[in-house]
């Protein structure tokens, strides 16, 4: 396993994302296993019971959406003033890197589970609209491509980020001009939606993760990814004018462990207060409610990991961590679909028709560690069989069509 070493890079926001996929997977495998986590010590009679945080599990998508728009930005705010990107080669970018493993699995549980399973029960017309909004990523915009589809639920993310990556050219120009007024009307445009949403809707399935839902939490990330910058670039000032002291570095690295441990205190006693709902109602619209504290906590993660004391930077920034995160985003997309298969296959077999239901052992446990297994090894396989090559490939007919038409221009300038 080799290092990213690309400048620039933050080794710690490795760690959060993998930290953040994991708990969000974990709470789709425990839909279908019921097997409770907890933590316990029998000689001194410890217990502690982590139900909260796996009930909760969904809400992590909002730290990894937060983590999307943060690094989306970074690279310009450090960039002190240079040119935007080009939006076309922004989206090819963009493109090359979601698009050719997203449509790979598409067409793998289609032909490898949906049709073999009839689970399309025959519906043709469904059949045609559930494939082209998947593949154009438009598929959160109608019920039952969103809610009902068999192609798996987890991917509606992919078209949030998507549809961020599609207005972020726009978005970057007017962060570049007018910051403060920016991410103010981003804020004030989900607030006036989630407002309305709470206060004129029973049923929220189909507002709690649409795009303009979410765009406090652009906000934040974009306006992290500034704050991010500055103390960066002042800590370099710094160290290059006068050299740190290693109590002063001590010190800040301390404080910002402890601003980190403060962040997850406070993520956890909010999951606490939100896995006490009851209802699915009940559930999204305290959801939609908490979801700019929580993102203001996951944002003091992103801040905070990577000033942090050298331990905790190397438990999130390391080898382990790198792969695993170059992987993430196909293990996201193949988890879901992939545990709810296992289950249907009656894999591992269980003596229950219903051992979820049943609390039987040991197949609750054989099965949470067969669903992150088999997800995992898939999620490898088409990161490097797929993903990859086909990146690369993509990238060298790019290039190849941009010498060309450079070669033309030239010829006729």
Known sequence: MKTDKRPGRIPELDGLRVLMIFIVSWYHIWQQSWLTPSVSIEPAGFYWSLDFLVRTGYVWVDGTVLLSAFLLYLPLARANGNALPAPGEFYFRKAKRILPGFWFIILLFFFGICLPWDLYNGNGPFIAKDLFTHFTLIFPFWRDTYIYTPLGAASWTLSIVAQGYLLFPLLARCLRRKPAPTLGVLCACAFAFRGWCLWGLQEYSMVVNTFVNFLDVYAVGFGSAMLFARAEAALQA???????????????????????????????????????????????????????????GFAGLVLSAPFSLKFLRFLLGNRVTAFLSAISMNYYLVHQTLAVHLKRIGFPPSVSDTPNMAGEQPWQTQYTWAAFGFSLILAILITFLVEKPAGKLLQKLYDRKKAASGGARSQHG
């Open 238 to 296: 710094r160290r290059e004018t006068k050299p740190e002291e290693r109590r002063m570095r001590l010190l800040r690295e301390a404080a910002a462990t402890v601003v980190f441990a403060g962040c997850l205190v406070g993520i956890c006693e909010l999951l606490k207060v939100q896995s006490a709902t009851n209802g699915q109602a009940d559930l999204q619209g305290h959801q939609m409610i908490f979801r700019p504290l929580f993102a203001l």
